[in-house]
Antibody, heavy 118, light 106 residues
Framework: EVQLAESGGDVIQPGGSLRLACAAS????????MSWVRQAPGKGLEWVSV???????YYADSVKGRFTISRDNSKNTLYLQMNSLRAEDTAVYYC????????????WGQGTLVTVSS | DIQMTQSPSSLSASIGDRVTITCRAS??????LAWFQQKPGKAPKSLIY???NLQSGVPSKFSGSGSGTNFTLTISSLQPEDFATYYC?????????FGPGTKVDI
C-alpha cells in the first residue's frame, strides 16, 4: 500500500505563488502516475493535474498555464507549483496515486489546505 | 470533456437498507469508471475501479455495475459507517471528471 503525505498548504494573497509537496512511501508498481485533486470548501472533487510515466503532464483548463506538476523520483516526492493564485483556487489539495494499466485512482493523501485571500 | 452526472444528489436511508446510486457519462467511457466514498473532514477513499472491481480491503457489501454511459453503485446493507458522500469518476480521457456526488444520510 502506498502512503501519501501532502505538505505546503498555507494562506496566500491573490497573485501569489505556493508549492505543494506530496511524499510517497514508494513510487513502485506497474503504474507510477500521480495526480492532484482539489476540493473547494463545501464543494465536490475537481481533478487538477496528472504526471504520467515518461513525464508527460496534463492539466485542468482552470489551472493550465498557472500550475506545474513535477516529481522527484529520487525523493519519492510529487510537487505542484501554483502561480498567479486566485480566490477560486482555495481548496484542500489531495495527491492521489494511480494504479493498473488504465490508471485508476487508488491511494489518497490526507490533503493540505490552500487559502487564497487578502 | 466528458460530463458526469449522479442521481440522486442526496438520499435518506435506514440501517440495513439496500441503496443504489446512479452515475451517467456524457459519452461512452466503456468501464473506465471509479467510485469513491468521502466522510466529512476526511480524504476520499477509493471503493471501485473498472466499474465493478473492488479496491483492496473494500467490503463486498459494495458493488458496482455498468458500462458505456450508465453505471450504478450498490450498498447491499447500509451500516452506520456507510453514511457519507459518494462520487463517481471517469478516467477514460483527460480531463478526468467527477460526478457532483450523492450524499447518503440517515
Amino acid at each position: 500500500e502506498v502512503q501519501l503525505a501532502e505538505s505546503g498548504g498555507d494562506v496566500i494573497q491573490p497573485g501569489g505563488s505556493l508549492r505543494l509537496a506530496c511524499a510517497a512511501s514508494a513510487f513502485t508498481g506497474s503504474n507510477n502516475d500521480m495526480s492532484w485533486v482539489r476540493q473547494a470548501p463545501g464543494k465536490g472533487l475537481e481533478w487538477v493535474s496528472v504526471i504520467v510515466d515518461g513525464g508527460r503532464t496534463y492539466y485542468a483548463d482552470s489551472v493550465k498555464g498557472r500550475f506545474t506538476i513535477s516529481r522527484d523520483n529520487s525523493k519519492n516526492t510529487l510537487y505542484l507549483q501554483m502561480n498567479s493564485l486566485r480566490a477560486e483556487d482555495t481548496a484542500v489539495y489531495y495527491c492521489v496515486s494511480r494504479g493498473g494499466i488504465s490508471g485508476y485512482f487508488n491511494y489518497w493523501g490526507q490533503g493540505t489546505l490552500v487559502t487564497v485571500s487578502s | 470533456d466528458i460530463q458526469m452526472t449522479q442521481s440522486p444528489s442526496s438520499l435518506s436511508a435506514s440501517i440495513g437498507d439496500r441503496v443504489t446510486i446512479t452515475c451517467r457519462a456524457s459519452q461512452d467511457i466503456r468501464t473506465y469508471l471509479a467510485w469513491f466514498q468521502q466522510k466529512p473532514g476526511k480524504a476520499p477513499k477509493s471503493l471501485i475501479y473498472g466499474a465493478s472491481n473492488l479496491q483492496s480491503g473494500v467490503p463486498s457489501k459494495f458493488s458496482g455495475s455498468g458500462s458505456g454511459t450508465n453505471f450504478t453503485l450498490t450498498i447491499s446493507s447500509l451500516q452506520p459507517e456507510d453514511f457519507a458522500t459518494y462520487y463517481c469518476q471517469q478516467y477514460k480521457s483527460f480531463p478526468l471528471t467527477f460526478g457532483p456526488g450523492t450524499k447518503v444520510d440517515i
